[in-house]
Structures are given as structure tokens and as C-alpha cells.
């Protein structure tokens, strides 16, 4: 088993549309970046890239590569599966955090936890909507962040501890 950490924050700016954890929410502002700038899947991404340890979004799709301009960001997140799958993991799962002066997230946790899920193979996720309460810059609705912790495990079944393989099989009659 092994455990990572993601965290990411996004200005709110008019004019965008708003994105989070792939489901399109109508709003006044949305979240700027050179993606769609899914504020919640890339902390889902760095969680899982750091679990395994495979460095962070960054380094695995560049802000300033052009293939990556709006792009969607479940697509970025199947990127990271095939690289943590490639390494050999699979997710156990999943906790977020999303904190939000506005909108109300309550009625959009399930079809973002419906999204997540599917992308990263388990039913095991799940999204908490936070106030911060009026405080601090999002407090005020200048972005919103995101808080991620995944827990991963190898797929493989550990090699036996040596002596066992070779322990003869049981015999009839003893
Ligand atoms: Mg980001």
C-alpha cells in the first residue's frame, strides 16, 4: 500500500465556463488554467501520481505543451491510470476535498464522484463540498482548491517470504 497527497487552487474569472471533477456546473465565474482547470481532478491526478511515486501533473503533461490547451481533465486523469498502471498499481481509494465559497456543491458530488469513479476503476471515492466560512482569498470567490489524499496497493501478490515455495505439499495419510 502506499499513500499520496494532491492539492491544487485555480482563480475564478468571468467568462469560463466552471468544471469540477468533470461535471459542468452552472455558475457566474469559472475556474482559469490552460486546461479546463478542473481544480478537483488534478489534485485526484497528484494524489495518485505522488502514491506511486511518479513526480506530479506537471511533469507528466506540461502547462506548456499545446495538446494539453482546454483539454479535458478526466482525459489527463486516464493518462495518469495508464502511468500509475504501467507502474504496476491499482487505487484502493480515494477522499477529496473541495473548498468552495460558492457554488453549493451538494447537488453535484454525485455526478463528480460518478466521473472519478469511472476513470479511475473503483467505487471508492469520495467528495466532501467545504465553505471556508467567508475567510482568506477563497473565501472571498477568488478560486477554489482542492484537497486529495489516494491510497494505491501493487497488483501483483508479493512473492512468498522465502522457505514457503518450497515447503513440500502435504501427503495423504500424514
Ligand atoms: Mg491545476
Known sequence: MRVGIGYDVHPL???????????????????DGHSDADVLTHAVIDALLGAAGLGDIGRLFPADDARYKDAS???????????????????????CTV???????????????????????????????????GLGALGQKAGIAAQVVAVIEEMQRRTPPPGAARRPPRQAGR
Open 13 to 31: 474569472v468571468k467568462g469560463r465556463p466552471l468544471v469540477l471533477g468533470g461535471v459542468r456546473i452552472d455558475h457566474s465565474t469559472g475556474l
Open 99 to 133: 473548498i468552495a465559497q460558492e457554488p453549493r456543491l451538494q447537488p453535484h458530488v454525485a455526478a463528480m464522484t460518478a466521473k472519478i469513479a469511472e476513470r479511475l476503476g473503483t467505487d471508492r471515492v469520495n467528495i466532501k463540498g467545504k465553505s471556508p466560512e
Open 73 to 95: 481533465s478526466l482525459d489527463l486523469l486516464s493518462g495518469a491510470m495508464d502511468a500509475m498502471r504501467g507502474a504496476g498499481y491499482r487505487v484502493v481509494n480515494v477522499d
